[in-house]
């Protein structure tokens, strides 16, 4: 009954097929794009407990998975902490080939931020280079409203030297505050604990004192006096 499918030949049509789709970026990645595209503005989250800077922001922190809510502006410019050349083409690359992307450290932040890097007058990036955020004109609220990241020159001669030390006396003053507040709830920690502590051995001491022994022994002495 089923022979006479063995003579069909199957029949293969490609297509394809589009699903236009729009989603939400979420509470906090909403207001990280709409402040860079109302106001050319990077904003990052910082953590409460650990003090780290996240950008681009998210809405618990990875060390100590406390909720984040205090936003901090950072600056427009950082450092390349590292890099990689693109030599090939796809759909989903917002440039053509060849071009570099980069993960760069802002100022005032923690954390690197992936992103292109343009103006390089057909050099090679150099880890260490300071970098600065170049915007659109035109921006639609999302990652590629930072054209791109450009090299800056870093000030020189005693300028340089002075925004160089206002650097590490920023950062040391962070890392410090850090370390202070890690040391003070160490502090409060053992206290707690010692505290508890006594509040067994009182506990301990009252029970044995209203106990059966004890009790007896009164009655003892009583006797012994009379």
Request: glycine share 8%.
């Amino acid at each position: 009954m089923d022979k006479w499918l063995e003579e069909l030949k199957p029949v293969v049509e490609h297509q394809e097929l589009k699903v236009p789709y729009r989603y939400s970026m979420g509470a906090t990645a909403s207001r990280f794009f709409t402040e860079i595209r109302d106001n050319k503005e990077i904003m990052g989250i910082k953590c409460s407990k650990c003090s780290v800077v996240y950008v681009p922001p998210r809405s618990t922190c990875g060390r100590c998975f406390s909720p984040l809510n205090d936003w901090v502006a950072v600056s427009d410019r950082g450092t390349l902490e590292t890099y990689t050349r693109v030599r090939y083409d796809t759909p989903t690359q917002p440039v053509a080939a060849p071009f570099f992307y980069g993960v760069i450290k802002l100022d005032g932040a923690d954390t690197g931020l992936p992103h292109l890097i343009g103006d390089t007058n057909g050099k090679e990036p150099r880890i260490g280079m300071c970098l600065q955020a170049v915007f659109k004109e035109e921006r639609a609220g999302n990652m590629l409203d930072i054209l791109y990241f450009k090299p800056i020159e870093e000030p020189k001669g005693k300028k340089g030297e002075k925004a160089k030390r206002g650097k590490e006396k920023n950062l040391n003053s962070r890392v410090a505050a850090g370390k202070a507040k890690r040391v003070k709830k160490e502090k409060v920690k053992r206290a707690e604990t010692k505290r508890a502590m006594q509040r067994v051995e009182r506990k301990t001491v009252k029970a044995k004192a209203k106990g059966p022994g004890a009790k007896k022994g009164k009655q003892n002495t009583k006797g012994k006096k009379k």
